[in-house]
């Protein structure tokens, strides 16, 4: 699939998006060819940096303390914990869910994600919210500069795999260049690359998907 493929589907999938009260997300779906692939083949847990930031970046949780916490604010976190305060979160579950489902990346200190495995693990993991390591205080606002136009996937023997690529705010162009970006990356992560995937869906939240059958399958 090259840009002009990706971004008629682009402008068909914001055709049939129909008006909604809310800023709609744009999906892409990569289908996978259970004919050449095995459900044990497929095993993600990455996280793919893309070339547009959306209208509505990810929100970032940084656990840090010190000259890490304090670059972290300057970066802009939306919010940064001292590792004392996710201790002392990890005993109360109602309040230790609401931080997991409010923030949609997690970043830590290299040195703390032991301890921080250790109180807040059980409630991250699951999720596929484990904190993206930072080995040192000077990487921290690269860290979340790059998170702020990222996505995760986590997929485990599924043939679809899906991420947000895009939303209304956005131009076709910026979305299409994600979609592509999304699905190269895809492509270097499952046996036999670009053979393996028998299609991809563009849609957007409430509209009508459009699909692309690629020549490989």
């Known amino acids: 699939m090259d840009k002009e493929d990706a971004l008629r589907l682009v402008r068909e999938a914001r055709s049939r998006a129909g008006r909604r009260r ?6 892409l779906y990569v289908v996978l060819d259970s004919g050449r692939l095995k459900k044990e083949d497929v095993q993600l847990n990455e996280v793919i940096a893309l070339p547009h930031r959306f209208s509505e970046p990810p929100r970032i949780a940084v656990i840090a303390s010190g000259d890490s916490a304090l670059r972290a604010k300057e970066a802009g976190a939306d919010l940064v914990l001292a590792p004392e305060d996710a201790d002392r979160l990890s005993t ?3 309040e230790v869910r609401r931080l997991v489902k409010s ?3 997690f970043v830590a200190d290299a040195s703390l994600m032991a301890r921080v495995g ?3 693990g059980r409630f991250l993991g699951p999720r596929g919210k484990m904190p993206v390591p930072v080995p040192s205080s000077a990487q921290m606002a ?3 500069e790059r998170l702020r136009s990222s996505v995760r996937v986590r997929v485990r023997g599924q043939f679809s795999i899906s991420a947000k690529i895009g939303d209304e705010g956005m131009s076709d162009e910026e979305i299409a260049e994600n979609a592509l970006a999304f699905l190269e990356a895809i492509k270097s992560k499952v046996p036999q690359g670009e053979k ?4 991809v869906v563009v849609k957007t939240t409430m509209g009508e998907p459009v699909e692309e059958v690629l020549a490989a399958a």
């Open 103 to 105: 923030y949609d990346f």
């Open 196 to 199: 393996s995937i028998k299609k």
């Open 118 to 120: 250790r109180t807040l």
């Open 92 to 94: 109360n579950r109602a």
């Open 142 to 144: 690269a860290t979340i």
């Open 22 to 27: 809310f800023k709609q997300s744009f999906e």
